[in-house]
């Protein structure tokens, strides 16, 4: 297993340095052209056999890379360098003048192994776009091999065997102008019957439009491919000497396929997941028409909004009827929340939670939690008002029974709107909540509610600067969002767990150079789910 490093220029850097290492000399003179060609996802997997499991795209233009280059955490200044000093500062070779002209992309698949059954190797496919000046770094890279390769043939072919200066055993070869590269001379012959025969993962899946999926990405730099989502989760876990129940592979099943890539946006990185889900799937989650994020401030740190918590625990409650464990689970929930409370978890707290909701992470204004400074909001739009607050008059007396000597509640008006507070022994509201518009139920954690009773909309969350610039480039029809203000809260999370001093530098420059992130998930169609997530980067100081 590799280790990730913290940066995306870091990445791939490895990959093109992995390549530098185990690529040997004098392949190139082989090919009549001295042009070669640029590598695509599409003409890829024209190598790759049909049974592939997983393939990675890496882009090597330069100027999608030096994109990255006008956000502080990816300064030239800072990480400019990190490339030559940590990955090529074995010898002379200098990545910009000596690889960077010649490299058009790469492509890394796991593929299976041939005679090995649940075993797989990790094949390179790497384009070639000048193979003269390639023909120039092999030669000046030839000093540190440790022998000269051994040349093997299969089906008219040439391949070559070697060990490196690291002492590592690599097979490559020139398949279809685009030089393949992998630890067993198996995978390299697998590639190149592929190639041959016509059988390649590129035929396979041109029906699935999977080589576009991740189209509306600005600028990707690199594109993942799960092709058999179900089955390279059983082989991973096979290879670690472990076995998945029927029941998760059941659930396996529903996902036929992930598509996963990442861009370089205007005001930051947009990675973006696409799962083609199996006919049958649960793909009904209604769309969250996002008005109860007027009702959120601005200034909040953490916010989680969608519709229908109702749809979605029924959905749960289906699913465990015929995954035995999850209704299992279900089944527990259920009895331990009526023991404790005396109440339905279906009907009287699940079954009017049926419009919107969200929940906050809020600036405290007073209250037990106002020298934290952070308090929690949960906000619930129902079309059951009367169920709601017969369940909500249940849980009063049920607290009214647990709460300490000295700890009471209280009524008070705000705005025109019934206000309930329940104050500590010293006088500190500890929670408050009310209705807002006949049909959203407010509630506040360590502080009153009173400047939410009646927020202008200009100083929410759903007209918020940060919030704003964030989710501009993510689909506007979608089930919610999962916001963070990171530049307010990894201080905090800092101050609070101490953890950010044990961060490497490298992390700790990236992690300081985030404003805020979000995440929404939307159905592309009936079949199709997609994730997306946006990382709001500060922009570099002018030099």
Do not use: C
């Not at 501009?472 to 101050?495: D, I």
């Amino acid at each position: 297993m590799t280790t990730q490093k913290s940066s995306l220029t870091y990445v791939l850097g490895a990959t093109v340095a992995a390549i530098a290492i185990v690529v040997g000399g004098g392949l190139f003179l082989y090919s009549r052209m001295n042009r070669g060609q640029g590598l695509t996802p599409q003409t890829g997997a024209q190598v790759l056999p049909s049974d592939t499991m997983m393939a990675g795209f890496v882009e090597t233009d330069q100027q999608r890379w030096l994109a990255l280059g006008k956000f502080q955490a990816f300064a030239p200044e800072q990480w400019g360098d990190t490339l030559q000093e940590n990955l090529l500062a074995s010898g002379d070779i200098n990545y910009a003048q000596d690889i960077q002209p010649w490299l058009g992309n790469v492509m890394m698949a796991m593929v299976p192994m041939a005679g090995e059954a649940d075993q797989t190797d990790l094949l390179l496919v790497v384009g070639v776009k000048d193979k003269t000046k390639a023909l120039q770094f092999f030669q000046k890279l030839a000093a540190q091999w440790q022998s000269p390769p051994q040349e093997l043939e299969y089906e008219g072919v040439k391949l070559w065997e070697a060990v490196t200066g690291k002492g590592e055993t690599i097979s490559y070869a020139l398949v279809d102008e685009k030089l393949v590269v992998a630890s067993q001379t198996s995978t390299i012959e697998t590639a190149i019957a592929t190639t041959q025969q016509g059988n390649s993962l590129a035929a396979a899946s041109q029906d699935r439009g999977l080589w576009e999926k991740t189209a509306s990405l600005n600028n990707p730099i690199a594109t993942f491919y799960v092709l058999d989502y179900g089955q390279l989760l059983t082989a991973m876990a096979t290879q670690s000497g472990e076995s998945l129940p029927p029941e998760t592979l059941e659930q396996l099943a529903q996902i036929e396929s992930v598509v996963m890539g990442v861009g370089v946006a205007e005001q930051g990185l947009h990675f973006q997941a696409i799962a083609n889900l199996a006919p049958g799937a649960p793909m009904d989650f209604p769309p969250s028409d996002n008005r109860i994020l007027e009702r959120v401030p601005a200034d909040a740190l953490m916010a989680l909004n969608g519709a229908d918590i109702k749809g979605r625990w029924q959905q749960l409650v289906s699913q465990g009827e015929t995954i035995a464990p999850l209704g299992t689970t279900v089944e527990e929930i259920r009895r331990t929340f009526t023991a404790e409370t005396a109440l339905d978890l279906d009907n009287d707290v699940f079954g009017w939670m049926d419009g919107e909701f969200a929940l906050g992470m809020v600036p405290a204004r007073g209250g037990m939690l106002g020298d934290f400074g952070v308090g929690g909001l949960i906000l619930l739009e129902t079309g059951d008002r009367q169920t709601a607050e017969n369940t909500i008059t249940q849980l009063e007396n049920l607290v009214r029974r647990e709460l300490p000597p000295g700890m009471d509640s209280r009524q008070e008006e705000v705005q025109g709107v019934k206000i309930t507070l329940w104050d500590s022994p010293d006088q500190r509201t500890a929670m408050g909540y009310g209705w807002l518009d006949e049909d959203v139920f407010l509630l506040t954690i360590g502080f009153a509610p009173d400047p939410l009773v009646d927020l202008p909309r200009d100083d929410s969350l759903a007209t918020g600067e940060t919030f704003a610039e964030v989710t501009s480039a993510l689909p506007q029809r979608n089930h919610g969002y999962f916001y963070v203000n990171f530049e307010e809260v990894w201080p905090l999370f800092g101050a609070l767990s101490g953890a950010t001093a044990e961060v490497p530098p490298e992390a700790q420059s990236i992690l300081e150079g985030i404003t805020g992130l979000a995440i929404t998930t939307s159905n592309v169609d009936g079949e199709t789910g997609q994730v997306d997530l946006m990382v709001l980067l500060k922009t570099a100081p002018e030099q």
